[in-house]
């Protein structure tokens, strides 16, 4: 089975997606659909090719806009990523004029759930940190038994995804 093939990466980021979202809804946060693949569906795959600034911004996208219970109800761009390895960003993470320079990345792989921001990325700060862990987050304080729960979800579905 090729799975390097664009319909196989996207069914891993769903999945992804999917874990992240259910865990901040059952954590009192709504989550909006933002990206690309949600708010322009009929675009998505035909902007690979296409190299043209407004291409570019489309696709870097952050999946969700999330906001905080209140009495914060604070606003948050999320992009999730899957990687099987945690580490992010890599080589093929192009965030180059990266336009939502406040977003958070949460990346799902098959033995944790970490999350980093994109200014912390530009400070030189690396995902492998324990406070990068999300159950270690402050940032969105997750209820660590839920964020605990939906990491062994992320663990059951990837275990042997490559």
Known sequence: MNTNNFHYRIIKARVAET?????FLISG???FDYGMERSMPLITGKLNLDNSETALQIRKMPDFVVQS???ENELFYV????RK?????????????FPYTNAWFIVVSQK??????????????KIMADDCLLINSVAFKLDKKN???FQEYACQFFSGVK
């Open 29 to 31: 946060y709504q989550v």
């Open 79 to 82: 992009e999730v990523k899957y």
């Open 69 to 71: 219970p209140p009495p």
């Open 147 to 149: 964020v605990q729960l």
């Open 19 to 23: 874990i992240i979202k259910e865990l």
């Open 85 to 97: 390895s945690s580490r992010f960003p890599t080589d093929t993470d192009d965030l180059t004029n």
């Open 112 to 125: 944790d759930i970490r999350c980093i921001s994109y200014n912390q990325i530009v400070q030189g700060k």
